[in-house]
């Protein structure tokens, strides 16, 4: 459907979601929340898709909460009740980060353009972060008298340290791509002429590795930043244990050990 604001798009095992209204630099509209959510659903649910990548259309990423969206919009009018933007939160951007955080496959933000406010953090809760080297983070919040959300607030100060966090919070000023790279906000900042391939390459890659390892990594990685040492190193042990049940374990083995290439299967 070309109104349609998210599109779908599969290469093997590697399934590509766009955002796509860049007319409004891919800004999020309840509309295009309930598109995105459904097609993160779907990919989850579809046992051939075994990594996401989630991009723009046109020369941007995504500029956060559409600031026109009439469900969200301030009421100007003197004496107008304000929107409920908590409420915005707790029904969309809330549940899109869990959601992408507990996927069962990879997820790569391909940061195209300009990732603004909420859409900024929304590709920080990926689980790899690349950008092209024209792309830039910008934490949009401060200059319309708002807070990071979509998680900003707990991934700021762990990805870049609280002093960064602060400061690109407060100021709202805009970090290049590789500047983002630089000080471990992103994975990788990447020529805007190898863009395309390198994240290609890479999602074909993860999408051939062992699906449910990948998945139980992300999961034991956050859940230790909660624990405590000891704590954390008995739940490695525990998802160890039942990894080591598994057919993707006994396959990588077996291959290494045969020198032939795995064929992994476990979701
Ligand atoms: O309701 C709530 O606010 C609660 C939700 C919070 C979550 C959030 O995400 S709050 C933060 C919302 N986002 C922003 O404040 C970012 C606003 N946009 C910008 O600061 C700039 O557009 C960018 C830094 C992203 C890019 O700048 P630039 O110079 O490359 O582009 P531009 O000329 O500003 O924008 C191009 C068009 O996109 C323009 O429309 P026009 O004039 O061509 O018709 C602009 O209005 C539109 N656009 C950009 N961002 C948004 C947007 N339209 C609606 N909402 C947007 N967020």
Redesign the pocket.
Known sequence: MPDDPVSVADDGPVRTLRLNRPQ??N?FTVKMHGALRAALEAAGRAAGVRCIVITGAGR?FC??????DPA?APDLAPGATPKD?GR?LDDH?IPLAKQLRSMPVPVIAAVNG?A????ANFALNCDIVIAARTASF?Q??S??G?IP??GGTWLLPRLVGRARAIALSMTGD?LSAEDAARVGLIWQCVDDTAFADTVRTLAQRLAAMPTKALAETRRAIDGAIELDFAAALANESRVQRELGRGHDYLEGAAAFLQKRAPVFSDR
């Open positions: 409004a630099l800004s941007a500029a956060g909460q559409d600031l026109s969200i933007i915005l951007y300009v603004a406010g909420a859409g910008v949009a919040f200059r319309i708002l959300d979509c805009k």
